[in-house]
């Protein structure tokens, strides 16, 4: 993606062989809502010289990490979950999520796994938690990428559930074409669970 402006909403990017998304040239202006990347091998996002920001979004699954930022990069994560990704066979470190030598991350009401934003920001949840596990109704293994076998929307029991800021995105729909929000709040992620979200199951 040359330099521009992109505004994606509700999209997927499943299973593709190599970065799934990579914006690398100076002035380049990046808005993701209600997206989900996953399965990917390579890593979900590649930011250089870009300013983005990801709303409503869920990177599960892929390998090669899932941010990754170079070169005066920033980016905003706000609603979003950011969980089992793999970088160098590793799935328990703070580069399997994020990987921001110049601290251009931000960070609103979102989930990142190994990474405790607890105390930055407003309204993050801390990803070394074990009670936050986002409990997606069929999680994806990064090892099984490339691959879209999977639904991470979330079960009835996940933090994620209601833990967003409804006034950050005010799109009608999730990636589903279901309502966004439900009785005036918001979930994490590209998904909304709704009323009669799926119970999930530990095996």
């Known amino acids: 993606m040359q330099s521009s402006s992109v505004s994606l909403i509700s ?20 808005e993701m809502t209600n997206c989900v990347l ?29 941010i990754g930022m170079v070169s005066d990069s920033s980016c905003s994560l706000i609603n979003s979950i950011i969980w089992m990704n793999d970088h160098n066979g590793e799935t328990n470190t703070a580069r399997a999520s994020i990987f921001d030598p110049d601290g251009g991350m931000s960070y609103s009401f979102s989930l990142v ?12 949840l801390d990803g070394t938690d074990p009670r936050n596990v986002p409990a997606f109704v069929d999680p994806i293994d990064p090892a099984t990428a490339p691959s879209n076998d999977a639904d991470l929307s979330l079960a009835q029991r996940s933090p994620g559930s209601g833990a967003g800021d409804i006034d950050a995105n ?18 994490l992620g590209a998904y909304e669970q709704g009323e009669a979200g799926a119970l999930g199951v530990d095996l």
């Open 170 to 187: 005010s799109t009608a729909v999730d990636v589903r074409g279901l309502p966004r929000t439900t009785s005036g709040r918001i979930d």
């Open 11 to 30: 999209c997927y990017f499943f299973e593709n062989e190599g970065i799934a998304l990579e914006s690398a040239y100076a002035g380049s202006v990046l």
């Open 113 to 124: 796994e190994n990474i405790d934003l607890s105390g930055i920001g407003n309204g993050n």
């Open 38 to 66: 996953a399965g990917n091998t390579g890593g979900a996002i590649s930011l250089s010289r870009t300013a983005a920001t990801v709303t409503n979004c869920t990177i599960s699954g892929n390998t090669g990490g899932a």
